[in-house]
């Protein structure tokens, strides 16, 4: 299994120095891939209507993560860079394919891209993307499908519901079609995923249920007759379980075929980048032994 870090941008109050710092010791260390999660505008969450459901609000941090990853690329030397999950369709797409092109180059192909359609009706609103948040789904589809023509097509002539792009096209392009992995919660995001996705990121899931929705995924794969074994699967582990399930954790997703394997070592109560640092490396000792 390859195994990742998340980083911990909510704990960290945005300092800016924690980035380099995590990200350097992760590579160190051996990671194989670092996952930023994604928001760009947090809401207060009190008197909505519909309300809002997910963990964040305005007074949680988060860095873009392509333009954080833009500015990684320069630091780290070959930690894979992947986004868990960026919320796709309140992005403008021609626009998201140039700069994920851009960040692939610089970093030399080391951008994954985890997608999600996301929970936060208030950010589309902000991102002046209102009607296509109850559309999201659909809309993320015709995404990937654009982005897919625009990083290996030299001349793009493409139209759909949300797009138009008349004989145009971006330059440079990467030097690969960067892979596009899901996230999600929901039967529509796991059948997206085995259609048009390379792989399937399960955060915010147990061990026991991001197993059971594995197998429903490959199974779906193999109807859809297409190579499961090029498929990956990655669990989110959460460091605050203690050492004394860590084993048990790693040696169970390898067990059920998972590719890759995340630590996430927020809600363990540290402090600083340098408990955040020793958390990883920990983690990482423990897996050594196991996986």
Known sequence: MRTGVIYPQIELGGDVGAVKAFAQAAEDLGYDHIVIYDHVIGADHANREPKLTGPYTDKNPFH????????????TKTIELATGVIILPQRQTALFAKQAADVDLFSD???????????N??????????????RRGK???????????????PLVDHTDADHRIDRAAILPR???????WFGGFSDAAYERAAKIGDGFMFAGRTQTE?????????????????????????????????????????????EA???????????????????????????????????
């Open 64 to 75: 873009e993560p392509l333009v954080t990853y833009a500015y990684l690329a320069g630091v």
């Open 109 to 119: 192909g080391r951008l994954r891209l985890g997608v999600g359609v996301g929970w």
């Open 121 to 134: 009706w208030v950010e589309y609103d902000a991102l002046e993307m209102p009607n296509h948040f109850r």
């Open 139 to 153: 809309r993320q589809e015709l995404q990937i499908e654009l982005l897919r023509k625009l990083w290996t097509q």
């Open 174 to 180: 990467p030097k690969r079609s960067i892979p596009i």
């Open 210 to 254: 991001a197993v059971r929705i594995k197998a429903k995924i490959t199974a779906r794969l193999h109807e859809l007759g297409r190579d499961a074994g090029a498929f990956g699967f990655e669990a989110i582990q959460q460091y605050n379980r203690g050492d004394n399930q860590w084993p048990g954790d790693i040696a169970g997703w390898k």
């Open 257 to 291: 075929g998972g590719s890759h394997i995340s630590v996430v070592t927020m809600n363990a109560n540290l402090t600083t980048v340098d408990a955040h640092i020793d958390a990883i490396r920990r983690w990482r000792d423990v897996y050594k032994t196991v996986g």
